[in-house]
T-cell receptor, first 111, second 111 residues
């Protein structure tokens, strides 16, 4: 089955700086790559996603890049703010809607 | 999160007890999922259902069962709870576009 590795497991960033979280996957058939944000006491919420026919997608301060050849994709958050503090999960699927999740990154923004 | 509700939000029970966690959704989605979240392990799929008559095992189904009572309702049961089933449980839904929407979670403690 699919194997997803996510790094780092914890990340502390000064407010205003950028944060990058990376995931690698094993199944070359994977074609959908979402990122979820989980705030304390809540369920994960989709913040951005990318499909395999696109190399990069941006939404305001958040961007995702995909390298299908190397089988890795990354979440980039620029101009970080305190409300960006949360746990972030990457996920992959080969299109059968069975998401395989990474183990999560706890991001802390230092004021 | 209001579109996907889970009850109860917190539950403490004893080893050997039967427990049912319930999930309801108002999004009109056909597809529903149950996940388990443990620290450092991300989210793991327990069971999923693509319509009312469809039930499928996920990655970690042993010790769990499910019932899809209607399009909007999907219940997870622990027939005889054990301490290593202590975890956060999430229900999710999707419409067939890969994007999944999560409920707020149920924190289950088995003593």
């Amino acid at each position: 089955g699919e194997n997803v590795e996510q790094h780092p497991s914890t990340l502390s960033v000064q407010e205003g700086d950028s944060a990058v979280i990376k995931c690698t996957y094993s199944d070359s058939a994977s074609n959908y790559f979402p990122w979820y944000k989980q705030e304390l006491g809540k369920g994960p919420q989709l913040i951005i996603d990318i499909r395999s026919n696109v190399g990069e997608k941006k939404d305001q301060r958040i961007a995702v890049t995909l390298n299908k050849t190397a089988k890795h994709f990354s979440l980039h958050i620029t101009e970080t703010q305190p409300e960006d503090s949360a746990v972030y999960f990457c996920a992959v699927t080969p299109g059968n809607e069975k998401l395989t999740f990474g183990t999560g990154t706890r991001l802390t923004i230092i004021p | 999160d209001a579109d996907v509700t889970q009850t109860p939000r917190n539950r403490i029970t004893k080893t050997g007890k039967r427990i049912m966690l319930e999930c309801s959704q108002t999004k009109g989605h056909d597809r529903m999922y149950w996940y388990r979240q443990d620290p450092g392990l991300g989210l793991r799929l327990i069971y999923y259902s693509f319509d009312v008559k469809d039930i499928n095992k996920g990655e970690i189904s042993d010790g769990y069962s499910v019932s899809r009572q209607a399009q909007a309702k999907f219940s997870l049961s622990l027939e005889s709870a054990i301490p290593n089933q202590t975890a956060l449980y999430f229900c999710a839904t999707s419409s067939g576009t890969d994007t999944q929407y999560f409920g707020p979670g149920t924190r289950l403690t088995v003593l």
